[in-house]
């Protein structure tokens, strides 16, 4: 019991430890470059060498650090929000645009551009109509008060492919030479708008939503059992299904609304997580969330420090993740459970 004991805490104590050092190594590098000890001096409050202390104190606290906040707390999110999907739906494909979640609170991002809204109101027209699609999704998926995982998800496809029509007929109507390109770029995710005001209003429902599904991660199991064991089993399976789905749905519409749309996160971490430490959600959860911080903070140096120009953040996750997805489809054999 010890042992054990002691073998877990380490775990706990890896999954902390790994992507704080990973951000103290990200946060120094760029065209500005900060050595750890610096950036450990720099947040600790201590002196850097005469005639860097400006000019460090500014990168730091006004540049990157909000930027860095945001590549954990979004990939933690989005990693988590795709194993509880894949966890309640019993499905390795689930992503945390599942339900529409994503499409919808795209579309609430570029309806608010088109009217030349500022960032802060593009934020919160994106977190309306993220869970407006989770909820027009709930609701379609219930019959005589009742829902299943096969209409809900069912349900979740119909909404994305309706609010991805509605963002391309957005961008078919907008001004090709002002509100076109700044939809375009948006939609293919970037961190370089994140400020401490957009973190402010977006990061409390990432973090509400990771500690919900953190807190239940030991029923998702549970919940992936046949609808008649898991209530013989006493569960309330509609009330347990709803926290699951809201959690998530907070994660990703509020994701999506301070960095437009980032793929391969909530699908291609939680297996590896699973690959790592076995399919329970018990761990795959805390797991998913540390590597998802870590990949998000690896990604997004790279989109800003590789070229002159900055990356889009969805095109190096696609192009990284693919080819890693498929190195891990052929190790594991297509296996999943």
């Known amino acids: 019991m010890t042992r054990t ?12 430890i790994f992507p704080i050092v990973t951000a103290l190594i990200c946060i120094g590098i760029g065209r500005y470059s900060v050595s750890v000890p610096e950036t450990v001096r720099m947040l600790l409050g201590g002196p850097l060498p005469y005639g860097q202390q400006d000019m460090a104190y500014s990168v730091i606290y006004n540049v990157r650090l909000p930027r860095i906040i945001l590549a954990v707390i979004v990939g933690a999110g989005l990693a988590c929000s795709g194993a509880a999907f894949q966890g309640l739906f019993t499905n390795p494909l689930a992503t945390p645009d599942t339900l529409g979640v994503a499409s919808g609170a795209s579309f609430g991002a570029v309806l608010a551009m088109m009217f030349d809204a500022n960032l802060i109101v593009v934020q919160i027209s994106a977190l309306i109509f993220g869970l407006a699609a989770c909820f027009i999704t709930y609701n379609i998926s219930r019959i005589r008060g009742q829902s299943s995982i096969v209409m809900i998800v069912l349900g979740g496809m119909v909404v994305s492919a309706m609010f991805q029509a509605f963002v391309s007929l957005a961008k078919y109507v ?17 961190m370089a708008s994140s400020t401490y005001r957009t973190l402010a209003l977006g990061a409390p429902f990432i973090v509400a939503g990771i500690a919900l599904i953190f807190a239940l991660r030991w029923r998702l199991n549970i919940l992936s059992l046949n609808e008649d064991e898991v209530r ?24 999506v609304s301070m960095c437009g749309q980032v793929g391969w996160v909530g699908l291609l971490v939680p ?15 805390p797991i998913s969330i540390s590597l998802g911080a870590v990949f998000m903070l690896v990604m997004d140096t790279f989109a800003r420090s590789a070229t002159a120009a900055e990356i889009p953040i969805s095109i190096l996750t696609a192009i990284i993740g693919a080819p890693f997805f498929i190195i891990l489809l052929r190790k594991t054999g297509g296996a999943w459970s």
């Open 5 to 16: 004991r002691t073998i877990n805490g380490a775990i706990a104590a890896a999954l902390i």
């Open 232 to 255: 013989s089993m006493g569960m309330n399976i509609r009330t347990m299904r709803f926290m699951v789905i809201l959690g998530a749905s907070l994660i990703t519409s509020s994701c």
């Open 174 to 190: 907008a001004d090709p030479l002002d509100k076109l390109p700044s939809i375009t770029y948006w939609l293919m995710g970037s």
């Open 271 to 285: 297996h590896v997580a699973r690959m790592l430490m076995g399919s329970s959600n018990k761990t795959v959860v």
